[in-house]
């Protein structure tokens, strides 16, 4: 018997997460570590859960999370992003309700980059008239 296993890659800012989901009691597993040691804050955990309370689905999945790149709030982005596109993977029918809610379209912003002659990406030098 083949496991069932559904497979997604999340993206926010500079973070990539892949994900993948199979049946079991809702462990969560980031980089080997357990998923409340890795994200302290209750926000960041309410963030990434979010997708299974929509889809009713909270208890039913096991998540193997690895993560690379940015912070830790661009990570916990990541992570939801790609959970919503496992569980839409798993049951095609989660699509609308994630699709409403803004979890299956990647969030495009990124920091900008500083430019050459400024203080940054669109702060300037301070000018002295004197």
């Known amino acids: 018997m083949v496991e069932e296993k559904y497979y997604a890659t999340g993206k926010r800012k500079t973070t990539v997460a892949r994900v993948w989901l199979k049946p079991g009691e809702g462990n969560i597993e980031v980089n080997k570590r357990a998923f409340d040691n890795y994200f302290p804050r209750e926000t960041q955990r309410m963030t990434i859960l979010r997708p299974f309370e929509l889809t009713n689905t909270m208890g039913q999945f096991d998540a193997y999370v690895n993560v690379k790149g940015g912070g830790i709030s661009g990570q916990a982005g990541a992570i939801k ?23 299956i379209t990647r969030d495009p912003r990124v920091k900008e980059r500083k430019k050459y002659g400024q203080r940054g990406a669109r702060a300037r030098f301070q000018y002295s008239k004197r």
Do not use: C, M, P, W
Request: aromatic share 14%.
């Open 81 to 103: 992003h790609g959970i919503s596109k496992a569980l839409t993977a798993y049951n095609e029918k989660y699509r609308d309700v994630l699709k409403k809610a803004g979890f």
